[in-house]
């Protein structure tokens, strides 16, 4: 079953939803979608009745912002326990701790970040909200005269994004600060089976404009990407599972890996794949399967023929994230079309409020691997040049 919540649901995930007549959890939003559609809704009283059940029963969400449906509603399964597992970013790092012995971290209430004594910790450093989403919030720390121009952006920053998500998607009452991660970073869309088994149904790269770079602008995919990483992401999913004991469970994941071959994990993000149903739309242009219905039916991908016939190139998902220096309300207009002239080949796009979110909104591109170029211009681009203020 699904639980349908805002900000946004791609109208791909809705014809899949309908087609497969896959159960939505019938909340007052689900109901207002399904004005005019064909979905096939399910009574909250039933979803709970079903959890009061054996098994684990399969619950996927479009969005982190139905984290409050399941803490009220689902209060007396594991659910909830799981959730806050993953979503406590210090939480993850303490189940994982002997994985990766000697790691620093350290937890930070933001009442206590001005007068922080940061003089024995190890630099880079990052430092980010323990409950976060996208890179809301996220600083990277080279060195200590930086800090107090860190601590006077990340207090200007929360005053903008405090109230933009509910408290269980983004609390910036509490930060994790950690030691950099070496290596490159890489987002996947999984779920772990009725027998806990992982299977990877997305594989993305995230490229960065510089080592100080934390932003989500890039992210691309590819028949080589899946090739080089598959065994080595499934295998540290495993050592996940051991530690979690996860069933019927989906999950957006972010690890970096480094050189040697060796993976550290970044995050997990329960019950869900990409926020804003971007990463699951870009699978189905990548590589033309369906990971909603994989997911649902229980699919393991068959990668040999999947990636047939893509050779030589890169799928992307672009966030279009405000980088402008211009907040979105103080913003008349951005220019589509200018930026559509400057790829060559399209696939979607999606426009967002920037109005109200902080980001023009989402742009699938395909693209040869000789033109890789567009899409590090757009990495390195602030927007400005979309952009007319008011």
């Not at 207002?32 to 969400?61: C, F, M, Q």
């Not at 992401?233 to 989906?250: C, G, M, Q, Y």
């Amino acid at each position: 079953m699904i639980l349908l919540e805002k900000p946004y649901i791609s109208e791909f995930l809705l014809q899949t939803l309908e087609k497969g007549r896959i159960p939505v959890v019938q909340t007052p939003l689900a109901e207002e979608i399904a004005t005019g559609r064909n979905l096939n809704l399910l009574h909250e009283s039933e979803v709970i009745s079903k959890y009061n059940g054996s098994g684990d029963p399969l619950l996927y969400t479009n969005s982190e912002n139905s984290i409050s449906w399941i803490e009220n509603n689902l209060q007396h399964t594991q659910l909830p326990g799981k959730i806050k597992m993953f979503k406590n970013k210090a939480d993850f790092r303490d189940l994982l701790s002997d994985l990766y012995p000697g790691y620093f971290y350290k937890r930070i209430e933001l009442k206590n970040i001005s007068t922080l004594d940061i003089s024995g910790f190890r630099f880079p450093f990052i430092i980010k909200p323990a409950v976060g989403f996208f890179s809301l919030g996220v600083y990277k720390v080279e060195k200590s005269d930086e800090w107090p121009e860190t601590v006077r952006a990340i207090l200007g920053e929360i005053d903008q994004i405090k109230d933009l998500y509910p408290p269980e998607v983004l609390h910036t009452g509490e930060f994790i600060i950690e030691e950099c991660i070496e290596g490159d970073e890489f987002a996947v869309d999984c779920y772990f089976n009725h027998d806990g088994k992982p299977v990877i149904l997305n594989m993305m790269k995230h490229i960065f404009a510089s080592g100080k770079d934390v932003n989500d602008r890039v992210y691309i995919t590819s028949n080589e990407i899946v090739e080089q990483y598959l065994t080595p992401l499934t295998d540290f999913l495993s050592e996940i599972d051991k530690r979690a004991v996860l069933r019927n469970f989906p999950a957006h994941v972010e690890v970096r890996i480094a050189g040697n071959g060796a993976v550290a994990p970044i995050e997990v993000n329960p019950l869900r794949f990409g926020g804003w149903c971007s990463t699951p739309d870009l699978a189905w242009y990548a590589f033309g399967i369906n990971i909603y219905e994989y997911l649902f039916r229980q699919i393991i991908p068959d990668w040999k023929t999947l990636l047939k016939g893509r050779e030589g190139l890169v799928y992307s998902n672009i966030v279009l994230n405000n980088s402008t220096g211009i907040e979105g309300k103080q913003i008349q207009s951005f220019d589509y079309e200018k930026l559509l002239a400057g790829f060559e080949k399209p696939l979607e796009l999606r426009k967002a409020d920037f109005g109200k979110f902080p980001l023009f909104g989402f742009l699938f591109c395909e693209t040869r691997q000789q033109n890789m170029k567009e899409l590090y211009d757009i990495l390195h681009s602030d927007l400005s040049a979309y952009i007319t203020a008011k």
